[in-house]
């Protein structure tokens, strides 16, 4: 059972910096998570793996559909708070800045952020950092610019922004962030308790399998959240998925991890 939700988007830059062993941004405003930093320890390599719209009750609806993620969750999970607006550019920022929204100021993919980000600390460190993103995405737009290596799907597809994140993970980076949109996608089309999104749910995990199979084999430790969830509302007289309000779906996110040496054996890889 995971636990009510202490610590919201603000905690991932100080928690993602602190398992490098590094200071967090400079503006960071909240504590690194202690079960994530005590459990994984200090790593030099790290993915981080974020599932668009894959909030706590879509995860709950599409549970039969998500042997990995569910798999990885089993003792090594929390829930996490979502900052508002439940938009993916402001809690992308968030993620990266450690930064409230009133402090980043970021509301579109398309603005730039002025504050010091994970990847600057860790530049100052001597790593490299890199992304697997679609072209015309958050991470893509918003985030990239601020890696070592950014990796674009030209395509805008989960497909290649996978294949984009094995080839980081095969080259050593020591930060890969990588956002997987197929459940957004869904969610906005058909809704987020659909059939439809069970089905990208299910695509997402085949990409995540891939993902924590190559960590496993390249000594990444992984950590895996949502960015906001999703709810029902009526668009235009057809019931379709929403998001950006304070409403439970929106806001409460799962956040799992692993260390390297946990992979193989949670998911059974062999060889």
């Avoid at 607006?85 to 930064?99: C, D, L, Q």
């Avoid at 057809?238 to 992979?263: A, F, K, M, N």
Wanted: aromatic share 6%.
């Amino acid at each position: 059972m995971m636990r009510p939700p202490w610590y919201d988007m603000r905690s991932i830059a100080s928690t993602v910096c602190r398992v490098f062993g590094l200071r967090p941004p400079s503006q960071a405003e909240a504590e690194p998570i202690g079960e994530i930093v005590s459990q994984l320890g200090v790593v030099e390599h790290l993915a981080v793996v974020v599932i668009d719209a894959f909030g706590l009750s879509t995860w709950n609806y599409a549970a039969d559909a998500t042997p990995t993620f569910n798999a990885l969750a089993e003792d090594h999970s929390l829930i996490i708070k979502a900052v508002y607006p439940t938009i993916t550019p402001v809690n992308f920022a968030t993620m990266v800045t450690g930064a409230s929204p009133e402090r980043h100021g970021i509301r579109e993919r398309t603005q730039r952020i002025e504050l010091e980000t994970v990847f600057d600390v860790l530049r100052e460190d001597g790593k490299v950092s890199a992304t697997a993103a679609r072209a015309l995405s958050s991470l893509g737009i918003l985030i990239s610019p601020h890696v070592d290596e950014p990796g674009l799907a030209e395509s805008n597809t989960d497909g290649e922004v996978c294949q984009l994140a094995l080839n980081a993970i095969r080259r050593g980076v020591n930060l890969l962030w990588v956002q997987l949109l197929d459940v957004d996608d869904a969610g906005h089309r058909y809704g987020p308790f659909t059939p439809q999104s069970r089905e990208a749910a299910a695509r997402c995990d085949g990409h995540l399998r891939l993902i924590a199979e190559a960590a496993w084999r390249h000594s990444f430790s992984l950590m895996v959240l949502a960015d906001h969830g999703q709810h029902m509302e009526l668009i235009d007289g057809v019931v379709r998925g929403s998001h950006g309000s304070l409403r439970d779906e929106d806001v409460y996110v799962p956040l799992i991890w692993r260390s390297h040496g946990e992979l193989g054996e949670v998911l059974g890889f062999q060889g």
